[in-house]
């Protein structure tokens, strides 16, 4: 069983800061900053597309809720929602979970390095998503 089923059957301890009858949500041990929430399925899914939509309405539901909680009650500035999908995305739990970060201005956290598209690369792309 992965690690998030037994948070979620209470066999392991968790910070936990929200609960319904589809979603938890709980403190990352590991927090980027403080208040760093992870907001997961109760039941074990290991992506996005393998999620069905009542519980992904389910998670998204709860992430604007802790969102809130987290402007509310710790008076930061704004947030990043992130979800990591699949290995190579850096997913290190096979189950679905979003992450709730804190931030705050000139904290430092850049999420993403960007680059331009090369001449006809966004065309080519498209023309794949599209055929
Ligand atoms: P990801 O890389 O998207 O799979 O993120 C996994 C996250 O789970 C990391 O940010 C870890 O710090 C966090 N994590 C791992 N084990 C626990 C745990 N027992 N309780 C809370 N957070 C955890
Ligand atoms: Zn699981």
Redesign the pocket.
């Known amino acids: 069983m992965c690690?998030f089923c037994q948070?979620v059957k209470g066999e392991?301890p968790?910070y936990k800061v929200y609960e319904d009858d589809k979603v938890l949500a709980?403190?990352?041990?590991?927090p980027v900053n403080p208040g760093h929430v992870?907001v997961i399925t109760k039941e074990h899914y290991p992506n996005i597309e393998e999620t069905p939509i009542a519980e992904l309405n389910a998670v998204i539901s709860a992430v604007k809720t802790i969102g809130r909680l987290l402007k509310d009650k710790l008076a930061i500035a704004g947030y990043n929602v992130t979800e990591?999908n699949d290995p190579v995305a850096?997913?290190?739990?096979p189950h679905l979970?979003f992450?709730v970060i804190p931030r705050q201005a000139g904290d430092g956290n850049k999420p993403w390095l960007q680059a331009e598209y090369g001449p006809g690369e966004a065309e080519a792309v498209l023309k794949k998503l599209q055929d």
């Open positions: 690690i948070i392991i968790s709980f403190l990352d041990i590991k992870l990591n850096g997913q290190e739990i979970h992450h």
